[in-house]
């Protein structure tokens, strides 16, 4: 059986810059090992009506130009035998990762969230070096939070 784990974008908000990319949150599979997210959701606290929404995207990364994270937060543990996660996270990426790939995308007004959750045998996966990031550009200042929930197989 597989453990269940979530990270989240950790104890404060990820400030946003105006109509700049910022990787907000990213799990990265561990060697040989399978990250399989099967939920994700992000949530911002813009507070003008007509703002324009954000775009939120879901990456794909080979793990070439990983990037800098802010914060590598431990994986908790959600479901499943106790065991230890082997994938690792990281969240506020002060450098942007250089290699990633979009896989979805979603345009979320900010006074709200979103959140996605996969249908059981469609679970975006990754394996190996790289992992899944969520990456958001918004068009004004405003501040997000994240969280992720992945099994490792």
Known sequence: MSAGYAINSGSSAVALSAATAKTVLGVVAASAVTARLTELGVSFDGVTATAVPVLVELCRSSGGGAGTPGATPTPAQVRGFTRTAQCTAGNAYSAEPTTLTVLKQWLVHAQTGM???SPLGREEEHTGAGGLF????????????????????
Not at 138 to 149: F, K
Request: some cysteine; overall charge neutral.
């Open 134 to 153: 969520i990456r958001c550009t918004a068009p004004a200042t405003v501040n997000v939070r994240a969280y992720m929930e992945f099994e490792e197989g």
């Open 115 to 117: 959140m996605k959750q």
